[in-house]
């Protein structure tokens, strides 16, 4: 099941992630302010992140925008302002006319852009780093991007007809490998080989495929360098990976890294390679509760033998614990409710 | 010749150092100096001899490490090292005095003896040259030198006998130049260096020359060795008794003293009708198109896929993404290296070399049949699937082995090539069918395809169709 085929309220690792994209950008207010720069993003319909970036950061400047004219629509309905925009358009055009668009919005100049690409299509990976190194061309000093994009291995392969035998594991591999590569082989990492079309090691191979874009968007010789700030994979069904990053004047770099601390922060990836997992069962309340008085000062192996079971959604509590440590703040409550 | 007038003096017309230092560091990329040192490396295997004609591995067993950061670069081979002599009178001179003679061993691609001080220069004001092929030695490049308008002899000292014992040269350069600092500093540059080395070498490293290149962190962590990236084309056994097929061009042969050896063909099927459309759009596959030209296994030209390589040219049309599964590679070759086309840099050729310009003659040929097919197939892409049938990769050495096999005819343009054209598959309807195309109104379509399939997602080409058949039928039903 694709992550966009489920609910948005049923996906507490997305949520997760975009409050960790939330934390690290109240973080980087510590580097220049985000009040007056521009909020870009596809938004899909709820907006959720282009409502969170107003309350929390207090954005006016707002773009939402998707190919699909019936999400433009219920975007329209739902914006949580008045200054959000909400455009028909497709990535490519609109990373191609960014400065015009933002001039067709009334925000010529701004303070600064922040860009989300919260791609799904894990057979368009091609394009959609083509599209991260054209976008990081286009932008100065200051402006972040984030991309979101499919990180599961079985994604590189058309599903098997039912009934037919599965391939074996290596074979698999050995073909996720050449579809991947023929769709970004010039960005792939040089070592790379099919024993990384693991859950684990894909998005590693992505990751510094973008950091291969990067470059040459943004050559060493350059004015400018793309500093990636945070890596986080995650999967509600299917794994995905996003990047957050700032564009930096090349001298500027160790300084934005200092003045972030980013090293006191968990989720954060000065280099390409530094790819955190983000591990969010669904809780019951009172198990939340229970977790969140602990974890601070209990080891993880108490806390299980308290809750007296070892997984949750599949997922093993010892090794979810080592990461809800540096999260908990954000996990999101979801309550029933009649209105 | 003035005769008359009486001699007051002289001017000065020697080179300046700075004029070398700065001048001729300016117009290379670190990248092709630094490959200028492996293909140090590389003619020492060839110079030294052990390395074997028609051995398919005469270079297992030799390596080069390369070690970046941002204080020092280190390169280390172990691949016979510098004759003392040699050391004395050339390899620090600037350019191969006439004295030394032409390589004459084998086919190396060092022809102007400004590689490694080229190098040396674009790295760092400060090096060590150690070297043991009989008598070991170093050389050392200090800043003063450097700095210093003179061309003075470079001090030579002995080499302790722990030192290089599989004969072999390290070069070491430390104060680098801010620039090579920051392209040392940043991991995804050195990983773009390892790609180029990839391709650049890959016919070297197929052959079986180990090279590594990392930060002493990565070498910490026991990088691998560089996988050469591969060269391959299709082919596939021929069907329907007409004996066309999908399969190599190959030409073969001498131009003059070079040998040349050309093969062309596709290295993916052809894009399918969806992927072409999105192909107009943005390019969203890899693209491997495009001719490789190497000479004595140096690869020069990388995919080019300009007039360099003979796209556009004549009645070759340009490249486009159509174009995309169309590749080549040409591989020159000649004891001689003054003879090949090669440029100082080594990456791009000198097109004005004859050499050159016939081998471009060939390449065109094959250039225009594959896109001649590529087009063919175009107006009938439902039908592409059945020219795959069996179809399998021939890598580089099985391709080299074809012309013995090959029933091979003589190329009447160029004396001395023998070439092979295979015929490629035609679409039979080409000749009875004609291709429909039209834009209609998305309303209309989806209207079209819930009464034709019931499915509004239904692709409009397929909705289309249906409509025209439907019609057709009760026509023809009408007319009975």
């Known amino acids: 099941m694709s992550g966009a085929s489920i609910p948005y309220h049923l996906r507490p690792h997305k949520s997760v992630d975009r409050r960790l994209f939330l934390d690290l950008l109240t973080r980087f207010e510590r580097w220049r302010p985000l009040a007056d720069y521009v909020y870009v993003s596809m938004g899909a319909y709820p907006l959720e992140d282009h409502k969170l970036v107003h309350r929390h950061l207090g954005i006016t400047r707002l773009v939402a925008f998707d190919r699909d004219e019936g999400i433009v629509a219920r975007q329209k309905f739902n914006k949580p302002i008045e200054t959000c925009h909400c455009l028909h358009m497709k990535s490519d055009a609109l990373i191609s006319s960014l400065d015009n668009i933002l001039t067709d919005c009334s925000f010529p100049n701004p303070a600064g852009i922040i860009i989300w690409l919260d791609y799904t299509d894990p057979r368009q ?189 599949d997922i093993p509590i010892e090794e979810f614990l080592k990461s809800y440590k540096s999260y908990y703040r954000f996990y999101p409550t979801l309550l029933t409710a009649d209105i | 010749m003035i005769e008359d007038a009486e001699q007051i003096g002289t001017a000065v017309a020697s080179p300046t150092k700075d004029f070398f230092v700065r001048m001729l560091t300016r117009d290379i990329e670190l990248q092709d100096a630094l490959l200028d040192l492996l293909d140090n490396c590389v003619d020492g295997i060839v110079r030294t001899g052990p390395a074997k004609a028609g051995d398919p591995r005469p270079y297992e067993g030799f390596k080069a490490t390369l070690t970046m950061d941002p204080e020092h670069f280190i390169i280390e081979d172990n691949c016979g090292g510098i004759p003392i002599e040699v050391a004395k009178k050339y390899a620090f001179a600037m350019g191969r005095p006439p004295a030394a003679g032409g390589d004459g061993h084998g086919a190396t691609v060092g022809m102007y003896g400004i590689g490694m001080k080229r190098a040396i220069f674009k790295l760092g004001t400060e090096a060590l040259v150690e070297s043991r092929h009989d008598t070991g030695f170093v050389v050392e490049f200090t800043p003063d030198w450097m700095g210093d308008e003179k061309w003075d002899n470079l001090p030579m000292f002995g080499l302790s006998d722990d030192k290089l014992i599989d004969r072999g040269t390290r070069v070491e350069v430390y104060q680098l130049n801010d620039e090579v600092k920051s392209y040392f500093s940043d991991s995804a540059w050195i990983d773009d260096f390892r790609r180029t080395v990839a391709r650049h070498y890959s016919l070297i490293i197929a052959k079986g020359f180990s090279v590594t290149i990392g930060s002493t962190e990565e070498f910490m962590r026991n990088i691998p060795p560089i996988v050469a990236a591969e060269f391959k084309l299709l082919q596939t056994i021929s069907g329907e008794g007409s004996g066309n097929r999908i399969a190599p061009f190959v030409y073969a042969g001498k131009i003059g003293d070079v040998d040349v050896e050309i093969f062309a063909g596709l290295y993916r099927e052809l894009l399918t009708e969806a992927e072409a459309e999105e192909e107009e759009e943005t390019r969203g596959t890899s693209d491997d198109a495009g001719w490789t030209v190497a000479c004595n296994d140096r690869v020069v030209i990388w995919k080019d896929k ?174 009975k």
């Open chain 1, 125 to 313: 990976i091609g394009q959609q780093i083509r599209e991260f190194e054209s976008l990081s061309d286009k932008l100065r000093a200051g402006d972040l991007i984030r991309i979101t994009v499919n990180a599961q291995p079985h994604a590189l392969l058309d599903p098997e007809a039912p009934g037919r035998t599965p391939l074996p594991a290596t074979e698999k591999r050995e073909k996720q490998f050449q579809n991947l590569k023929r769709r970004i082989g010039e960005f792939l990492p040089s070592e790379s080989s099919p024993d990384d079309m693991t859950l684990e090691g894909l998005p590693l191979t992505i990751s510094r495929s973008f950091g291969a874009a990067a470059l040459k968007a943004l050559p060493v010789t350059g004015r400018y360098t793309f500093c990636p700030l945070s890596i986080i994979r995650y999967a509600d069904g299917e794994q995905m990976l996003s990047i957050t990053g700032a564009v930096v004047a090349h001298d500027d770099k160790d300084a934005l890294l200092e003045r972030l601390d980013l090293k006191a922060w968990p989720f954060a990836s000065p280099d390409w390679s530094d790819v955190h997992q983000l591990l969010v069962p669904a809780l019951t309340i009172r198990e939340r509760l229970f977790l969140e008085r602990g974890i601070m000062n209990k080891l993880p192996t108490e806390l299980v033998s308290e809750l007296g079971f070892d997984a949750a959604s």
């Open chain 2, 306 to 479: 300009t007039r360099l390589t003979g796209w556009g040219e004549a009645t070759v049309p340009n490249y486009h993404g159509q174009f995309i599964a169309i590749t080549g590679i040409v591989l020159l070759r000649c004891d001689d290296p003054k003879k090949l086309p090669l440029t100082t840099t080594k990456r791009g050729i000198d097109a004005a070399s004859n050499v050159y310009s016939e081998a471009k003659e060939l390449m065109r040929e094959a250039t225009k049949n594959l896109t001649s097919f590529t087009n063919k197939w175009k107006k009938f892409p439902q039908k592409l699937e059945e020219i795959y049938q069996d179809s399998d990769y021939l890598d580089l050495p099985a391709l080299r082995s074809l012309p013995s096999t090959l029933q091979m005819t003589t190329s009447r343009k160029i004396d001395g090539i023998k070439k092979f054209e295979p015929k490629y598959p035609e679409p039979e309807q080409e000749k009875t069918s004609a291709r429909v195309s039209f834009v209609a109104m998305k309303s209309d379509v989806i209207t079209l395809a819930k009464h034709f399939f019931d499915d509004t997602k239904v692709k409009p080409g397929v909705v289309g169709e249906a409509a025209f058949n439907q019609t057709l039928k009760v026509i023809k039903a009408g007319k």
